[in-house]
């Protein structure tokens, strides 16, 4: 097939090209590094499959433009897929495909980097040193062992998350509408969210966003917490209403904060904005709390996991190219 491939970056030409070269019959991958959207889906002219990442606009107007190009297959090279409106996908006879496993321990260990970089205070001891200053005060963190760690969204990257905690002697407690029966089986207590919020020490978040779950964390959930809570988020930055995480930050009701993803992220992350005025006066708020620790993104990037992107969205294409629909595919 031929495929249009937006935002791209060279770590994704890098491995999407080896994975291809790999393949008995390759694909043809025309790359571009624009975001997919309404100016830019004209690219995808002569295509059959378009490739896109968590900031593309997949809305129903792209999709339609899509369509009309003669394009079939909509293949994303990540888990989520809330960037993408299935519904205008459906009537325009649009298949989409996503990669819904390809490495739940990238992002579950960056959760815990996170976790461990916010409860010693990693990032503000790296420059103190740096700056030779080897003073201790500011820098007092916590145990791990014993504190209770609440898991929002047990899927395959929250049931990893639970593992690696319960390794470091944490008691975990989640929230799933469809609780995972081996977690329960290894001791995890699932709560509605009303008895887990007052219960955690740590709360991460690992739920899609879709309407049940946007803002999920709101002054209301935050007002429910323990004093001092950490909070990370993985998942996607709608899970979140910044504004009242930074109400919260402002009172100390969260002591900790650790985001991968930002509400606004698509205007910033992914690009060198460092010779730019950062425009956004709520991510700019954030970034002046000493215990706010945020990553652009890059739970997903690992060798390993940039490998399974590769070959699944790959193997999609070309199961589609063959007409075989198989399970990985999220198929109108
Ligand atoms: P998954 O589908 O395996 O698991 C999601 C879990 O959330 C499921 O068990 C589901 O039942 C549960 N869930 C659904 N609605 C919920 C709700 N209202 N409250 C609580 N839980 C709910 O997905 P996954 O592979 O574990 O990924 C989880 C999310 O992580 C993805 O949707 C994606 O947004 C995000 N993600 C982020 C990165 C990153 O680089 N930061 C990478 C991959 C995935």
Redesign the pocket.
């Known amino acids: 097939m031929k495929v249009a491939i937006f935002s791209t970056k060279p770590y994704d030409r890098e491995f999407l090209t080896q994975a291809n070269n790999a393949l008995p019959q390759a694909h043809e991958l025309i790359f571009h590094e624009t975001q997919l959207n309404t100016q830019s889906a004209l690219l995808a002219q002569n295509c059959q499959a378009v490739c896109c990442f968590v900031n593309d606009h997949v809305d129903a107007t792209t999709l339609a433009q899509l369509a009309e190009l003669g394009v079939k297959l909509i293949a994303l090279r990540?888990?989520?897929f809330?960037q993408v409106d299935l519904t205008a996908a459906k009537k325009l006879g649009l298949l989409v495909a996503r990669v819904?496993?390809y490495s739940?321990h990238a992002?579950a260990e960056h959760a815990l980097g996170l976790m461990l970089m916010l409860n010693r205070n990693l990032h503000r001891a790296y420059h103190r040193v740096r700056e030779n200053d080897y003073s201790l005060n500011g820098l007092l963190g916590f145990d791990m062992v014993n504190k209770t760690v609440a898991v929002?969204?047990?899927?395959?990257?929250?049931a990893v998350l639970a593992t690696i905690v319960r390794g470091l002697g944490c008691r975990v407690i989640a929230?799933?509408?469809?609780p995972n029966s081996a977690l329960v089986a290894a001791g995890v207590a699932y709560l509605p969210l009303d008895q887990l919020w007052p219960q955690a020490d740590i709360i991460s978040l690992?739920?899609?966003?879709n309407t049940?779950?946007h803002h999920l964390i709101t002054n209301n959930s935050i007002a429910q917490m323990k004093n001092g809570v950490m909070l990370i988020n993985?998942?996607?930055g709608g899970l979140i209403d910044t504004k009242a995480v930074i109400d919260g930050l402002k009172s100390k009701k969260i002591g900790h904060l650790g985001l991968?993803?930002y509400e606004e992220e698509g205007d910033l992350f992914f690009e060198d904005n460092s010779n730019q005025l950062l425009q956004d006066d709520v991510f700019a708020r954030l970034l002046t709390f000493p215990n706010v620790v945020i990553t652009g993104?890059q739970?997903?990037f690992t060798r390993e996991a940039l490998t399974a992107i590769a070959r699944v969205t790959l193997a999609n294409i070309t199961h589609v190219e063959r007409g075989e629909l198989t399970q990985v595919c999220l198929v109108n």
């Open positions: 990540c888990a989520g809330n819904a496993d739940p992002v929002i969204g047990t899927g395959k990257i929250g929230y799933d509408p469809e690992h739920c899609p966003l049940h779950t993985t998942g996607r991968d993803v993104h739970a997903f």
